[in-house]
């Protein structure tokens, strides 16, 4: 969510009004304020508002829309600007990987955001696959995501379906919620975890402490399941361990599962601005490059490499793979360099 958003501050819940859900009565009591806009407040609006983390009591972020509300409490609404209601279609160029009538498959890269959203509202994945398609995208995902059936982070790169039509997004959905499609990612991750193969369980939901960040959570959350395997192992010119290759297989897909689980092994992404940590790169024996090339990579290193599913029409398996873009294979290359055993 932006910083800059606005939060308007409710007066005190009354006494009479104990135990209502939290939705309904910021619908009532935000109608109530000078200049209200009965279409942007209605009970529907602020339900979205509250899920998506722009409500706060007592500077805590509440998400829950079915909250029963107390006397006395005092509410906090952040309403972030408007988005365009239709995307529009931009040419931004696409590395299609695959495509025909019912779907197409696209290397995304690291920077691009997959569909409009508050701060993004174009240049996203969506308005160029309205430009590469035309009106040809599913319409499920509605006029804000056309098409888009899941999602990766903007600063993610790799691989994404979106349908083209109803009849595919309704069966891709149905995959995805069932957890059967193949999604591997390839992570670049501080120190070596151990052990270097397992698996992490955790419901993640929304950080009490922080909204913008997600953690694993003891309430509220959603069941969330990540494999790892340890491809390869980096150490410095002492032998000490600076970075892990590790190749993680999602079980299900939360929002920033990946990142999340890994930092609860201590072993956050490298580049990582919003779960990671300054590193101390001097106790570290690097050479100039490696470690420039450290300092200089500001997104979490992760990439969608591998995507498998059964066609949603003609029952085929499909199974893609996506090679590490340069920024990533750059950086790995760098580190290899110094001595990949120890002493």
Not at 33 to 58: F, I, Y
Not at 61 to 76: L, N, Q, V
Request: proline residues 7%; aromatic residues 4%; glycine residues 8%.
């Amino acid at each position: 969510m932006p910083d800059d958003i606005a939060f308007q501050s409710l007066p005190p819940v009354p006494p009479d009004q104990g135990g209502e859900r939290l939705d309904r009565y910021l619908a009532a009591a935000m109608a109530l304020l000078p200049g209200a806009d009965e279409a942007s407040l209605s009970r529907s609006r602020l339900k979205t508002l509250v899920l998506d983390g722009h409500v706060r009591l007592n500077g805590a972020t509440i998400t829950d829309p079915s909250r029963k509300i107390k006397p006395g409490e005092a509410y906090e609404v952040g309403q972030p600007e408007a988005i365009a209601a239709d995307p529009e279609a931009q040419d931004i160029p696409l590395t299609i990987v695959y495509e025909d009538a019912h779907l197409i498959v696209v290397d995304k890269p690291a920077g691009l955001v997959v569909h409009p959203a508050p701060g993004s509202p174009d240049r996203t994945l969506v308005n160029a696959l309205l430009h590469h398609c035309g009106d040809t995208l599913s319409g499920i995902g509605g006029v804000k995501r056309p098409g888009i059936v899941h999602r990766i982070d903007k600063d993610t790169s790799g691989l994404v379906v979106a349908a083209k039509n109803d009849r595919a997004h309704h069966a891709l959905a149905a995959l995805f919620a069932d957890h059967d499609i193949e999604r591997s990612y390839d992570a670049l991750v501080w120190g070596h975890p151990n052990p270097l193969q397992g698996s992490i369980e955790g419901p993640i939901g929304r950080d009490p402490k922080d909204r913008k960040r997600m953690a694993i959570v003891t309430r509220g959350g959603k069941a969330a399941t990540t494999h790892y395997e340890t491809r390869k192992l980096i150490f410095d010119g002492k032998g000490q361990p600076v970075c892990a290759l590790v190749r993680c297989q999602l079980e299900t897909g939360r929002t920033h599962q990946i990142r999340v689980h890994m930092t609860a092994k201590t072993n956050a992404l490298i580049g990582d601005q919003t779960y990671g940590r300054a590193r101390n790169l001097q106790r570290f024996q690097l050479g100039d490059a490696a470690r420039a090339a450290l300092l200089a990579f500001k997104r979490q290193a992760l990439h969608a490499a591998t995507l498998g599913f059964r066609h949603p029409v003609s029952s085929k398996v499909l199974r893609f793979e996506s090679p590490l873009p340069e920024d990533f294979a750059t950086l790995l290359k760098l580190l290899s360099s110094q001595r990949n055993t120890p002493r």
